[in-house]
């Protein structure tokens, strides 16, 4: 079975503009989260969709966006980037919002210049 | 607030050794608490996940233990291998509650 997977992998962007990751969780995994990765602030929530609706969202500036689609693949929005998002960007997938277990992708690192 | 401290945010020990992380935490109320292993460069990997009535759950040399009352958690690995040097993560998740609450991580590093 496959893992999940974010695209890209890497992303370097200037400051103002504005970027769009993707993940693809596991088959059957209805709810997707997305995090931010950072070596001060460790991983932070960024927010949680489950069938296609926005369940959960953390403490983080209208900049940040996401959508989920039918097929259960998400998609994370950041505009006007600041030098402040690079980052990793991790996406993880389960069975079911809540106490299921998590399984993450690789990441998409993003640097801003 | 919810916090989950970890300590210590480094180690360095010697391969075949064992050590033991610790992980405390005020989520309540409180669900289940998991601990992760982080790969530099990779997403977070499952080790364990204990709910309240769990006192200790291993995964291979990895042990977890969990004491509800004191709201304390550590992982304790055995015969430490170089492939072990990594990120270790606490998460603790609240009852009826989606979000987790995440440790900054312990940073190990196995040295030959």
């Known amino acids: 079975k496959a893992g999940v997977t974010q695209t890209p992998r890497y992303l370097i962007k200037t400051r103002g503009q504005q970027v769009t990751l993707s993940c693809s969780p596991i088959s059957g995994h209805r709810s997707v989260s997305w995090y931010q990765q950072t070596p001060g602030q460790g991983l932070q929530f960024l927010f949680e969709y489950f069938s296609e609706t926005q369940r959960n969202k953390g403490n983080f500036p209208g900049r940040f966006s996401g959508r989920q689609f039918s097929n259960s693949r998400s998609e994370m929005n950041v505009s006007t980037l600041e030098l402040g998002d690079s980052a990793l960007y991790l996406c993880a997938s389960s069975l079911r919002d809540g106490g299921n277990i998590q399984y993450f992708g690789a990441g998409t690192r993003l640097s801003v210049l | 607030k919810n916090q989950v401290e970890q300590s210590p945010q480094s180690l360095i020990i010697l391969e075949g050794k064992n050590c033991t992380l610790q992980c405390n935490y005020t989520v309540s109320p409180f669900s289940n608490l998991r601990w992760y292993k982080q790969d530099t460069g990779r997403g977070p990997v499952s080790l364990t996940i204990m709910t309240f009535s769990e006192n200790t759950k291993s995964n291979g040399r990895y042990t977890a233990t969990l004491d509800a009352d004191t709201k304390q958690s550590s992982l304790h690995i055995t015969a430490s291998q170089l492939s072990d040097s990594a990120s270790y993560i606490c998460?603790?998740?609240?009852?009826?509650?989606?979000?987790?609450?995440f440790g900054k991580g312990t940073m190990l590093l196995v040295s030959p």
């Open positions: 998460v603790v998740s609240a009852q009826g509650y989606s979000t987790l609450t």
